[in-house]
């Protein structure tokens, strides 16, 4: 069994509003050591309620009821594993998860510092900014912009750090044409909306 694993067919053994959760029979067991008997025990999966959204209306299970659902995370140290009605996991990597989650924490956290709709007003806006730090993964910057007028450094009016590239990013392999950045470093960039992919405000550095 593994995360993103093919529709389960899977019977509710129970719900508990307590654990916000269903507990479900997908045909799992484990071994129970010598000293508890041993054979095999069933192993329930949990079913959050959270993650019963993606699958159309919102359900109504009860135990009894016979659904599908898709593995979400296993742990193997703990004989446990988590289950989902989205099929739109199926065949994802575990660290696709965990980079999405990450992504939906960070839209949580952002739309709290400013609404979608003030962002929506901002687009396309210049703004001088500061770069707080360059990505490790690909040729990108954390940059935080002024909202003001004062010099970026001087800036009492921030937007939240956003995530900064060139327009015309290099080919994968190929050395990047433009200036090298380092913290610290001011510069000037056009607010693009939101980058829902890593869950912050996109930003596009300019020459």
Avoid at 134 to 144: E, F
Avoid at 174 to 199: A, C, F, M, N, P
């Amino acid at each position: 069994m593994n995360v993103g694993d093919a529709p389960y067919d899977a019977s509710v053994v129970a719900v508990s509003d307590h654990s916000d959760a269903a507990f479900v029979d997908c045909g799992v067991g484990r071994k129970r050591g010598k000293k508890y008997g041993g054979g095999i025990t069933k192993v329930l999966g949990m079913l959050r309620f959270e993650d019963m959204a993606g699958a159309g209306d919102e359900l109504d299970i009860e135990a009894g009821d016979k659904i599908q659902v898709y593995i979400k995370n296993v742990s193997p140290q703990l004989g446990r594993y988590m289950v989902t009605l989205d099929p739109s996991i199926k065949n994802k990597k575990p660290k696709d998860l965990k980079r999405e989650k990450q992504a939906d924490k960070r839209l949580e956290r952002l739309e709290k510092q400013i609404s979608s709709e003030d962002i929506e007003k901002l687009i396309g806006n210049e703004y001088d900014g500061v770069v707080k730090a360059k990505s490790k993964a690909g040729d990108w910057y954390y940059v935080q912009a002024c909202f003001d007028e004062k010099e970026a450094d001087e800036c009492s009016l921030l937007l939240p750090v956003g995530v900064a590239s060139f327009s015309d990013p290099s080919e994968e392999g190929e050395e990047s044409e433009h200036e090298s950045y380092s913290t610290g470093d001011q510069v000037r960039v056009r607010l693009e909306g939101i980058d829902e992919k890593r869950g912050q405000l996109a930003l596009t550095l300019l020459d």
